[in-house]
Every structure is written in C-alpha cells, then in structure tokens.
C-alpha cells in the first residue's frame, strides 16, 4: 500500500509531548504508528525541544512506554546546541552552562569545557531548561554575556507541561536575562528554528522528510521553515481555532486528529480540503464571509474552513448553518455570529 500518508515520505520525525505521548503516558495509537512505519522500512526520528535530556534518556523513557526508540533517532536540543557549539569553538573552550546536568554532559562530550562563574571568562554561554537554574547562575550568565560572550538557548518555549499545569519552561528563564540585558540571546537551536530538522533529515539522507507536531508555533513553523511537509495532530496543545487563525508561516501540510491518519490517502488530511465539500460537510462562501453546514468528522470541517480562514474570510465571519455545525463551531470557541436553526 503506498497511497497512504506516510507512504509518500522516506523519513518521519516526530515531536514527543503531544504526539507520542502526554506528559508520562503514552499517546494512544503512537507505538503502533511508529512499528507500521518501522515495518514499511521509513526512517524514524524523534526531535524534542527539551534539553533537560540526553538522547539515550529520551530513547529508554519511550521504550519503557512501549514506543520503540534508539538513542541515535533520538535528536534533542541540547545535543543540537552542543554540536553547533563545538563547530564554531575551538576544542576545551570555556563554555558557561545554564541548565540540567544533561547539558553539561552533551558540551563536555562535544570536546569542549562546561564552567559555571563568569570568571573563568567564557567565551559562550548556553541556556537551557533545568528545574535547579537558579539566580547565581542566571547572574553569572547575564555577567558573561556583558563581558561579550555568545549567548546561546536550546529554546525559547515559554512553558513546560506538566501534570499540575503549563510551569515555566526555558523561555521563561531566557525572558530573566532578555530582561537583564535588555537584548535578545545570539541563536535560538530548538524549534520553530530549523536546525533539528535539518539535522535528522541530514544524517539519514531523507530526501522527502514528514515533521509531525501537536504545536503550530514550534513544530509547524520549523518544519515550514526547513521547507518540510508537516503534519499536525491534534493530541496536543495547538487546536482547531488555532489552525483557522495560523499565519502563512504555521500552515501545516496536513491536519488529523491522531497519528492513524498517516496510514489513511494522504487527501483526506490535506489542508486546505479540496473542492468545498468533505465527508458529509459543505462550505458555502459569500463575500467575506463562509457558512458551514451538514455533519460528519470534525477534521474535514476543520479542512474545509481553513480554505476560507486561510484565504481572508476573518474566523468571526464563519457561520454555521446546520445544529452539528453550530455545536462544533462552538465546541471550538467560535461561537461569534452563530446561526445554528
Ligand atoms: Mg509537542
């Protein structure tokens, strides 16, 4: 079978959090996705943003969930940080570390020196999320990067999630010093930056590589900027709202609601949906509004809107003209100019 999703691509990376799993428990559906595509021989990767973890971490974490994982699919953005580090720095240089022991380990093992006081005259600075980052080396960082070193962050997301709620993620802690030093940090590794992409479409060769993610502004946006295909699921934060409202930059190539879709024809999570009717759905637009109406899965309604969302039609301009519409426009938290009989 090679019409389905997945068949077009060579090699899929997948986001963690919101895609394969939900903070510690697996994602329904996302280890069997990941055995089909092994058995269909397509090259696997994993890429996450967290920098709390070293590959080999991340790969036995997934494989104690039952998803099968190797270290060297496992591409995080503190081994990416490392790596770029190492290329710009001569070998042993001091390099100020902000973040969990993971870090440290990743600049040590790329031949260079992991310090901890502005003193030892660093000559970058890497940042990254540790649950023990505390003032003294935020003080120190801000130090270093005044004495003129290069500020480096694994990434900039703003929150972590967690079982308790969203907790400040490294952006957070990268928003401490922007604010110190009033500037922002020299290079950003992890996503919506491409560089994680890059690098696992790099080391297998891929030449049509398939980035799937759960969150419009990291995943999507590096995958658009690598020039990827992109797919987004919607497991995780990013949702049917924020899809109708994503700006040219955050548009994915397809939208599903879990990973089965990749084992599906590729058109029925093409998005925009071709055509103005999709699975029981149908769109009509006038002007500069769109109406909804007829029923059926969600997704294709969320297909078929993008075309207008995506178009111009505002999202406060879309109606619906069918009681499955309006209660799906308002489980969505659109419910402005609703016209549900
Ligand atoms: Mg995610």
């Known amino acids: 079978m090679t019409d389905h999703l997945a068949g077009g691509y060579d090699l899929v990376i997948f986001d963690l959090d919101g895609v394969v799993f939900l903070i510690d428990k697996p994602i329904p559906g996302a280890a069997e996705a990941v055995e089909r595509l092994r058995a269909d021989a397509t090259t696997i990767a994993y890429a996450t943003n967290n920098a709390s973890r070293r590959a080999a971490?991340?790969?036995?974490?997934?494989?104690?969930?039952?998803?099968?994982?190797e270290p060297a699919e496992v591409l995080t953005s503190?081994?990416?940080?490392?790596?770029m580090l190492a290329e710009r720095l001569p070998a042993g240089a001091p390099v100020l570390v902000v973040g969990a022991e993971a870090l440290r380990a990743e600049v040590r093992?790329?031949?260079?020196?992991?310090?901890?006081?502005?003193e030892d005259e660093p000559v970058a600075v890497l940042q990254g999320y540790g649950p023990e980052v505390g003032w003294k080396i935020l003080a120190e960082a801000a130090l270093a990067v005044r004495a003129g070193a290069t500020w480096f962050a694994t990434n900039t997301d703003r929150t972590l999630p967690s079982p308790?709620?969203?907790?400040?993620g490294n952006g957070s802690l990268v928003a401490v010093l922007r604010t110190a030093l009033d500037r922002d940090p020299d290079v950003v590794v992890g996503k919506p930056q491409p560089a994680l992409f890059r690098t696992a479409a790099g080391r297998s060769d891929a030449r049509r590589p398939l980035s799937i993610g759960d969150r419009l502004d990291t995943d999507i946006q590096g995958a658009v900027t690598?020039?990827?295909?992109?797919?987004?699921?919607?497991?995780?934060?990013?949702?049917p709202a924020d899809l109708l409202s994503a700006p040219e930059n955050r548009r994915p190539t397809y939208v599903a609601a879990d990973?089965?879709?990749?084992?599906?024809?590729?058109?029925?999570a093409r998005v925009p949906a071709a055509g103005d009717e999709a699975g029981g759905w149908r769109l009509s637009?006038?002007?500069?509004?769109?109406?909804l109406?007829?029923?059926g899965d969600p997704v294709n309604a969320l297909r078929l809107l993008c075309a207008a969302t995506w178009d111009g039609v505002p999202v406060s301009a879309v109606t619906a003209a069918s009681s499955e519409a309006g209660h799906l426009l308002e489980s969505w938290g659109l419910t402005n100019g609703s016209e549900a009989p």
């Open 285 to 291: 637009r006038e002007g500069g509004s769109a109406t």
């Open 259 to 268: 990973l089965s879709a990749l084992f599906r024809p590729a058109a029925d």
């Open 164 to 168: 308790r709620g969203p907790l400040p």
């Open 109 to 118: 093992d790329a031949g260079l020196t992991p310090v901890d006081s502005a």
């Open 226 to 239: 690598a020039g990827m295909d992109s797919l987004l699921v919607l497991t995780g934060v990013s949702g």
């Open 78 to 83: 503190a081994g990416a940080s490392a790596a």
């Open 57 to 69: 971490e991340v790969a036995s974490l997934l494989t104690g969930m039952g998803v099968s994982a």
């Open 293 to 295: 109406t007829g029923s």
